[in-house]
C-alpha cells in the first residue's frame, strides 16, 4: 500500500496549477514533473515528499538532467530512511493515463526497485470524491501499466484544496467545476462496432436557441440500449419533456440515427457545455460499457468576436 500525506499532495497540486492556470486557455498550460521520496517499509511505501525538477510543454516533459534532480536531494534525507520511490507528473486536461514515453521511463525506475511508482495528476479532474491521480506501477513481461491501490495518511476534500490553492495563487473565485467541468477531450465514443457522438454548432449565438443532437452509429441494425444523465453549464434547455437534473433518460431500438436534440439557450459568455454523465451502452448480446463522460463544448459567438 502507498500512503500519502495531505501536505505532499497540496505542494504538488500548487505546482501543477502555477503550470496550468485554469484561467488560461489550455493550450498555454504545461507538464510537470517531480521525484517522489519516501520510506519503504516490507511492501508499504511510505510517501515523503515529491521534489518538483521542471516543467515542459503541454505533451512533454524534459527529465533528463538527473545531476541536477539528485542535487535537490539532501544527505539529511538519505540518512533519515528517504529514497526515491517513483516520479510523479502532470496531464493537465488530457486525463490520467501512460504514455508509451511513461511507460519506459516507469520500467527503469522498476528496474531500481520493484515498488516504485508512477504518479499522473490531471487537476482538471479534481471533485470532492478524487484527488484527480492515479498511481501506476507497468508488467515487466507485458508492458501494460496498471493502477495501484493508494490512501491518504488523513481525510480532507480534495476540492477543497484545489480550491484554496486557486483562490491563493489566482484570486479566483468562481467554482471550479462551472468552468472546467470533467468532460471528455473528445464528443465521440467508439466500443466495438458502436459509435456515440454529441454533435452541434462550435460557435453559438447569446440568447438565442441552438441544437445539439445525440447520434448513434452501427454497421447493421441490432438491438442497442443508451441510459444517461444529463448536465448543462453556462447554458439553460429551452425544452426537454419533463426534464429534471437527476431524471435517467434512455433510448433503445434496433434502428441507429439521431437518439436526442438537445435545444439550448447560451446564458453567459462562459464556454458551453453539455455533458451526459453515468452512460451505459447495451448491445445485442446484453454486454453493456460503463462509459467515461461524453460531452461537448461551443463557445458563445459574442465571445468569440473578442477573442
Not at 524534459?62 to 516520479?87: A, H, N, P, T
Amino acid at each position: 500500500m502507498i500512503q500519502i500525506p495531505k501536505e505532499v499532495y497540496r505542494n504538488f497540486l500548487r505546482f501543477a496549477l502555477e503550470n496550468a492556470n485554469p484561467l488560461e486557455k489550455s493550450r498555454k498550460w504545461r507538464e510537470c514533473i517531480g521525484l517522489i521520496l519516501g520510506r519503504i517499509n516490507g511492501e508499504s511505501v511510505n510517501v515523503t515528499d515529491i521534489v518538483p525538477i521542471g516543467s515542459g510543454s503541454s505533451v512533454f516533459v524534459d527529465i533528463s538532467d538527473y545531476e541536477k534532480v539528485f542535487s535537490l536531494i539532501s544527505f539529511d534525507r538519505i540518512d533519515q530512511g528517504e529514497v526515491i520511490v517513483g516520479w510523479a507528473h502532470t496531464h493537465p486536461g488530457l486525463g490520467l493515463f501512460f504514455s508509451g514515453t511513461d511507460i519506459q521511463t516507469q520500467l527503469t525506475y522498476q528496474s531500481m526497485h520493484s515498488l516504485s511508482f508512477g504518479l499522473v495528476l490531471d487537476p482538471t479532474k479534481i471533485d470532492s470524491q478524487s484527488p484527480g491521480f492515479n498511481i501506476y506501477r507497468v508488467d515487466s513481461s507485458t508492458s501494460r501499466p496498471y493502477t495501484v491501490d493508494f490512501l491518504f495518511t488523513e481525510k480532507f476534500n480534495f476540492f477543497s484544496v484545489y480550491n484554496q490553492l486557486t483562490k491563493e495563487l489566482f484570486d479566483l473565485e468562481v467554482p471550479i467545476p462551472e468552468m472546467i467541468p470533467e468532460l471528455t477531450a473528445k464528443n465521440t465514443l467508439v466500443w466495438k462496432n458502436i459509435t456515440l457522438s454529441l454533435e452541434g454548432p462550435a460557435e453559438v449565438p447569446l440568447n438565442e436557441r441552438f441544437y445539439i443532437k445525440l447520434l448513434l452509429k452501427t454497421p447493421h441494425p441490432q438491438f442497442f440500449r443508451v441510459t444517461y444523465k444529463v448536465k448543462i453549464y453556462n447554458a439553460t434547455l429551452d425544452y426537454m419533456e419533463e426534464f429534471t437534473n437527476n431524471q435517467e433518460y434512455f433510448h433503445e431500438s434496433f434502428d441507429p440515427g439521431t437518439l436526442a436534440v438537445f435545444s439550448l439557450i447560451a446564458s453567459n459568455t462562459n464556454r458551453i457545455f453539455l455533458q451526459l454523465i453515468d452512460l451505459k451502452v447495451t448491445d445485442y448480446n446484453q454486454r453493456y460499457l460503463d462509459s467515461p463522460a461524453l460531452g461537448f463544448e461551443s463557445q458563445p459567438r459574442s465571445e468569440m468576436s473578442n477573442l
